[in-house]
């Protein structure tokens, strides 16, 4: 064990440029309810979460949209209770146009049971509703590498 114990993730926070869209985003369509918030000219943030629990902080500090290519964030994964769960997510974001990366709900790997679907917030950092069983019939999009790892 580590010197400084077990760790787990608290919660994640997001640099973005349109604080009232991404809340619009993260709040109706995700579900992640506002626990608090900065209105400060230059000091703009939003705490979410679920449950009372604190999941995601946003901060808009970003001049322009996610990079895949910078060092930092590849993507952002939310765990659903099952894969119904997963493809009500899907039908949810269809409604509102979201960009996804694959088709459907995608299995993780060829013969996975844990599948989910890849998609990007409005600001285009890469995100995953997945559900770790359940999924044993679904087809995988890269035979080669996980799913998540290229979108």
């Excluded at 009500?88 to 509102?96: D, F, G, I, S, T």
């Excluded at 790997?109 to 844990?114: I, M």
């Amino acid at each position: 064990m580590s010197a400084i114990g077990t760790l787990r993730t608290g919660h994640i926070g997001l640099n973005v440029t349109d604080l009232e869209r991404s809340l619009a985003f993260y709040g109706d369509v995700l579900g992640f309810g506002l626990i608090g918030e900065g209105k400060e000219e230059g000091r703009r943030y939003a705490f979410l979460g679920q449950g009372g629990r604190l999941l995601l902080t946003l901060w808009q500090q970003a001049e322009g949209g996610y990079d895949a290519g910078r060092a930092g964030l590849h993507h952002l994964a939310f765990e659903a209770e099952s894969i119904a769960r997963v493809r009500a997510a899907e039908a949810a974001l269809k409604a509102r146009d979201v960009s996804f990366a694959y088709e459907g709900v995608v299995a993780h790997r060829e013969g996975s049971a844990s599948a989910g679907i890849f998609f990007h917030d409005p600001d285009g950092t890469r995100l995953e509703i997945y559900a770790p069983e359940g999924a044993e019939a679904a087809e995988a999009p890269l035979e080669s590498a996980p799913t998540c790892g290229f979108f």
